[in-house]
């Protein structure tokens, strides 16, 4: 997170009245408001996010299999006109429709001009941008799709809004892809953390594994498909398979 960020979240725990004990739920809520205090609110709001005839979405994830196989995927890419939903901005990605996810100010913020320079459109889950970002989008305005954190739940609607378990970006896109219709999702670069030690790291696929089995509750009629190695429980498919049949 930017200072700003980080300074906004403890602003808006000092103003809650409720408690002055740590609470999880209010830190969700300081993480999601962030920029509630201290940011100008952006005019572009609301965009209308049209993926007209929308079926298959390819995600792509920050591990190190979606770089290794860029080549392979942008000829999927190419071959198919996926829509692609990429998690930050990834320069091995190319295509035709690629929407750049973004959860955290900074983040967004560092990747803007190559966003832009590689026309690829911003998504953005923070509420308001600064007009420092105004003044270089100009005409080309972010996708802005809030969302909520709430334990152990998981939202994924345009009408009611998204809610996921954790403030991680590949569960804010994968639930858009949900929200906006798509029916099978294919990922990849979402390596897994399984074979590391640290205790971070373990944290980290414990709350993607969480994710994925709350998808399969609640909608069981999305598919998950990983296209590169993954130590996730989910389903997976040859990249190579894809190329030669699809």
């Not at 373990?202 to 990983?226: C, T």
Request: hydrophobic share 35%; proline share 3%; aromatic share 12%.
């Amino acid at each position: 997170y930017s200072m700003e960020e980080i300074t906004n979240m403890i602003y808006f725990i000092s103003q809650d009245q409720r408690s002055a004990t740590y609470s999880l739920e209010l830190l969700n809520e300081a993480i999601v408001r962030r920029f509630q205090y201290g940011s100008e609110s952006s005019p572009y709001k609301y965009k209308d996010f049209d993926l007209s005839g929308l079926d298959d979405i390819l995600v792509i994830g920050r591990g190190e299999s979606a770089k290794n196989k860029s080549d392979e995927i942008n000829s999927l890419i190419a071959k198919e006109n996926l829509t692609v939903f990429e998690c930050n901005y990834i320069s091995e990605i190319v295509g035709e429709k690629n929407y750049c996810f973004s959860i955290k100010y900074n983040s967004f913020l560092e990747s803007l001009d190559e966003l832009l320079n590689n026309k690829k459109e911003g998504v953005i889950g923070f509420p308001g941008v600064g007009q420092d970002i105004v003044e270089k989008v100009n005409a080309k305005k972010p996708i802005y799709l809030p969302y909520k954190i709430s334990n152990n739940k998981l939202v994924c609607s345009l009408e009611s809004g998204i809610s996921i378990p954790y403030d991680v970006v590949s569960m804010y896109t994968i639930s858009t892809a949900v929200a906006l219709g798509a029916k099978k999702i294919y990922v990849a670069g979402f390596d897994g953390y399984k074979n590391n030690q640290d205790w971070l790291s373990q944290r980290m696929e414990a709350e993607m594994e969480e994710f994925f089995n709350l998808l399969k509750q609640n909608y069981p009629e999305v598919e998950i498909i990983s296209i590169t190695p993954t130590t996730y429980n989910i389903k997976k498919c040859s990249l190579y398979y894809l190329l030669n049949n699809l």
